[in-house]
């Protein structure tokens, strides 16, 4: 289930954040825009997809949301071939550990740029206690 601002948002695990500030759906959009990383959510699957991707994704990766949502292989297409094997290896890990993990590597942009992330992902849980997807923050 999505919030108002496009934010999935599920059980004991919604964003409890907007009680606190009180601010409207647009200024929170546009918070987002500025930030310098990328915030998104994936499936737990062994490929995961990309389920949402936060409207500074052009910025930061030179391609949008809507991008991304449309080609699912996009992002990973898009992780530098020597950063492959290590990304798939600590997702896999999580995936089967069902833990968090932090990892470096390059992405390469459209424009020929290479941007450095810094991925942490945290797997969100659903009220019988599965993981339902990822939450991930991608800094540069």
Request: net charge negative; charged share 25%.
């Amino acid at each position: 289930l999505a919030s108002p601002t496009g934010l999935p948002a599920s059980g004991r695990n919604a964003y409890p954040v907007r009680a606190m500030w009180p601010i409207s759906d647009e200024q929170l959009r546009e918070a987002l825009r500025h930030l310098p990383a990328v915030i998104y959510q994936d499936s737990h699957e062994p490929h995961p997809r990309t389920i949402y991707l936060s409207p500074n994704a052009d910025t930061v990766l030179g391609s949008g949301a809507d991008e991304h949502l449309r080609d699912p292989d996009l992002w990973w297409r898009s992780i530098d071939p020597r950063d492959h094997d290590q990304l798939m290896a600590a997702w896999t890990h999580a995936y089967e550990t069902e833990q968090p993990y932090t990892v470096d590597y390059r992405y390469l942009r459209p424009d020929g740029r290479v941007v450095w992330l810094r991925e942490h992902a945290t797997p969100v849980r659903n009220e019988d206690g599965e993981i339902s997807h990822w939450f991930t923050r991608g800094l540069r």
